[in-house]
């Protein structure tokens, strides 16, 4: 079993910046890809980042082109989204995930976190 804990979530003004962090037990950790994932209210799952098991490769969603960057420690087992030049409408919860391949489909992704909160206010 793997189990995914988010991080790092909070409030922030627009233009600001948060770090989320995910932490990763259970199994071995470097062989997942590893992705981040958001859902605003009202609005389904959408994708925002991804990375493969050696950081070489990252994917990211055309919103957060720039702006985010998708990292990751597998001596941590831990993966990040460092996010700045924040804006009101990256308000959602994000969630990390875990998969065997860099894919922009919730379905491709097999374990999940609870998700942690990030308010982007104007």
């Known amino acids: 079993q793997v189990q995914l804990a988010e991080s790092g979530g909070g409030l922030v003004q627009a233009g600001g910046s948060l770090r989320l962090s995910c932490a990763v037990s259970?199994?071995?950790?470097?062989?997942?890809?590893m992705g981040w994932f958001r859902q605003a209210p009202g609005k389904e799952r959408e994708f925002v980042a991804a990375v493969t098991w050696s950081g070489s490769r990252t994917s990211y969603a055309d919103s957060v082109k720039g702006r985010f960057t998708i990292s990751r420690d597998n001596a941590k087992n831990t993966v990040y989204l460092q996010m700045n030049s924040l804006k009101p409408e990256d308000t959602a919860v994000y969630y990390c995930?875990?998969?065997?391949?860099?894919?922009?489909?919730?379905?491709?992704?097999?374990?999940w976190g609870q998700g942690t909160q990030v308010t982007v206010s104007s």
């Open positions: 995930a875990t998969g065997t391949l860099v894919a922009i489909t919730t379905r491709a992704y097999r374990y």
């Open positions: 259970g199994r071995t950790f470097s062989s997942y890809v």
